[in-house]
């Protein structure tokens, strides 16, 4: 699913951020990116989901090798890929219904389709109620919840998500967890940047860790 | 809140009535209204308005010229200047037949004494009289449109009937006024092609401006997995729109002021002597239309030009 082959990432003329990074991520696998702050944890995903190119090394996606895949390859690469970004992201002049969504409307699905399982999904993630609020006008809780939601809504192979309990009470965190597990179970490949130790000792899955720019399994074993 | 399992997002699709209601929605704009874009639509609709006056400018500047060159053409003159105090009578009928027996002549014929007076008026006043004056007599002669009439020949042959007759067949003149018009013309074009690259800057300012505000969206998108076409679609589609209005309605001002001025004009508040109307008529009115089609093909075009290039840099 995602192979990474000593793989180092630096900004500009910058030092390098991350060095030598070496993992695979197997189709239906569960991991957790732990480590301190600043460690490289957004950027290491931010390579996952073609956000960036690394400096030097070697990612292979999906068994398509980025160093030699067409520019305009990559978007259909990126719709297979779910991310809950750290900031959110939403769009704040749409709803919470309508910033759910956008990967379905640029999958090209009609409104009329999808609308019922925007529905449920905002229902289960507790903003049933909410579903025509603007991002503005809701918590950050909640924007949480709804940025989880657009990154589920297409049921993606693979679900990246960074620090995605970090706004919420611990309710509707496990709640939260729920979901990305039932997305795991039915075959999405999850990796989630998290500092919270609880949820990690709570969900089973692999833990791999950030330390000194470089990757280190701390469950199962080294590194694949 | 919902207690049950997580739903089955892609699970069977039984439209609930809200559902339909969602299908029925207007379709939603990816990018926002803008209120915060309201000056600039201001300086574009003032800008389309000054193009469109130049515009108009430039059409009432060729009109004028072709009137004054039309006016002209087709006409000969034919003094028959005074020998001794008076105007040979045999000279003026002689010349007369001359002319009217010339190909390509229509007329040919004497102006009168109250014709005389009249352009002699504004400089010695209208009870002048004529004959206390060496005054020549002046035949005016039309010519058929088209008609290619040899103005030496036919001087050389009026000098053999009648001595004492000048042909004067405007040339002078009508070169002076087509200079003259040609200047009028040229100027006003040079002011419309001024005012049309500030607008031209104006409009890809502005569009470069909305696409930085929305450089997040643009972002996302991206990573979303969007093709750069559908986000450069949506772009281009917001900032036509967007320009197309403002530029429609500083075009509709300049139409008011030229139909103003045509109406002030028929109400009897005359425009400057020997210039022309400075109304448009309602048939000319239309092309200050492609004021307003020009940005938005502008915008358009930068917006287009501008994401598309902004998303080439990026991975």
Redesign the interface.
């Known amino acids: 699913m995602v192979r990474f082959e000593n793989v180092g990432m630096r900004y500009g003329a910058g030092p390098e951020i991350l060095r030598d990074i070496t993992f695979t991520l197997d189709p239906g696998s569960f991991t957790f990116l732990t480590g301190p702050s600043g460690a490289g944890k957004s950027t290491l995903l931010k390579l996952v989901?073609?956000?960036?190119?690394p400096s030097r090394g070697l990612i292979s996606l999906f068994d398509h090798d980025l160093a030699v895949l067409k520019?305009i390859d990559?978007?259909?690469?990126?719709?297979?890929?779910g991310?809950v970004f750290q900031e959110f992201?939403l769009?704040?002049?749409?709803s919470a219904?309508?910033n759910v969504a956008?990967?379905l409307r640029?999958a090209g699905r009609?409104?009329?389709?999808y609308?019922?399982?925007i529905?449920?999904?905002l229902?289960?993630v507790?903003l049933?109620q909410r579903m025509h609020n603007k991002p503005p006008t809701l918590s950050g809780g909640e924007q949480q919840r709804v940025a989880i939601a657009r990154a589920?809504?297409?049921?993606p192979d693979l679900l990246l998500a960074d620090e995605p309990t970090g706004n919420v009470d611990p309710e509707i965190g496990a709640r939260l967890i729920?979901?990305f597990v039932?997305?795991n179970r039915f075959g999405t490949t999850v990796m989630i940047a998290t500092h919270d130790r609880v949820l990690i000792e709570s969900t089973p899955g692999r833990e791999l860790r950030l330390v000194d720019g470089h990757l280190v399994e701390m469950l199962g074993g080294p590194p694949q | 809140?919902?207690t049950g399992?997580?739903?089955q997002?892609?699970?069977t699709?039984?439209?609930?009535r809200?559902?339909?209601t969602?299908?029925l929605?207007t379709r939603?704009?990816?990018?926002?209204?803008d209120g915060g874009a309201a000056p600039l639509d201001v300086v574009i609709g003032v800008m389309a308005f000054l193009a469109a006056l130049a515009l108009g400018g430039v059409m009432i500047a060729d009109r004028m010229a072709m009137s004054w060159q039309g006016g002209l053409t087709g006409q000969l003159t034919v003094q028959v200047l005074p020998q001794d105090g008076t105007v040979p009578p045999d000279q003026v009928t002689a010349a007369l037949a001359l002319l009217r027996s010339t190909d390509g002549v229509v007329s040919a014929a004497p102006l009168s004494d109250e014709e005389n007076l009249e352009l002699v008026a504004p400089w010695l006043g209208s009870d002048a009289s004529l004959l206390d004056l060496p005054f020549p007599t002046l035949i005016e002669v039309e010519l058929a449109p088209g008609a290619n009439v040899d103005v030496a020949a036919l001087d050389t042959a009026l000098r053999a009937a009648a001595p004492n007759s000048v042909l004067d067949d405007h040339r002078r003149w009508l070169e002076r006024l087509r200079s003259t018009a040609n200047t009028v013309v040229l100027g006003a074009a040079g002011v419309l092609m001024l005012i049309g690259a500030a607008t031209v800057a104006t409009v890809a300012f502005a569009t470069r401006a909305g696409l930085a505000a929305h450089r997040?969206?643009v972002e996302?998108?991206?990573?979303?997995?969007?093709?750069d076409r559908?986000i450069a679609r949506a772009f281009e589609r917001h900032h036509l729109i967007g320009t197309a209005l403002a530029a429609s309605v500083g075009a509709a001002m300049a139409m008011g002021v030229f139909l103003a001025a045509g109406g002030l004009e028929e109400i009897g508040v005359a425009s400057v002597a020997f210039l022309p109307p400075l109304g448009l008529r309602l048939e000319e009115l239309p092309w200050l239309l492609t004021v307003p089609a020009a940005a938005a093909i502008i915008a358009w075009g930068t917006a287009r030009f501008s994401v598309l290039s902004a998303l080439r840099e990026r991975?």
């Open positions: 989901f073609l956000a960036e190119k520019r990559l978007p259909a690469l990126r719709r297979r890929i991310v992201r769009l704040d002049h749409l219904f309508d956008l990967p640029l009609y409104e009329a389709d609308a019922k399982d529905e449920e999904l229902a289960w507790g049933g589920v809504v297409a049921k729920r979901l039932e997305l | 809140m919902n399992g997580p739903p997002i892609e699970g699709r039984q439209q609930s809200q559902s339909r969602w299908a929605r939603w704009r990816i990018l926002p209204r997040d969206i996302l998108l991206h990573l979303m997995g969007a093709q559908f991975y």
